[in-house]
């Protein structure tokens, strides 16, 4: 099994990524991803108030998590999932299959069986 992707934090890093990375969307959410030098996958949650009060957000961006740890992200990409405010009513399994399919769309899934 792929090891977790580890997490986006410094501001500077979602800048370039959002500056420099190619994207994909979906009515649900949309993802960011530019290729790195970096020896692991990295992965950001940008949630805005749009989608709603702080609790709504942090249960999004925690489901967001559990999505994101069960693929198996190829290293060396920065990736911000960005959801849209229907991604807060949707169920977990449209989202989840909304993430694999943008993530295949922009080749940062890997392709070994895990």
Known sequence: MAPAPERLRASRDFAAVMRGG???????????ARRTDGEAARIGFATSK???????????KR???VMTRA????????VVLIPQPSCASARFDEIARAIEQMGERLGLLSTEDA
């Not at 693929?71 to 920065?78: E, N, T």
């Open 71 to 78: 693929l198996s992200w190829r290293a060396g990409y920065d």
């Open 22 to 32: 190619r994207r994909t969307r979906h009515p649900l959410l949309t993802i960011v």
């Open 63 to 65: 489901q967001l998590r």
């Open 50 to 60: 749009r989608v709603g009060g702080a609790v709504e957000r942090n249960r999004v």
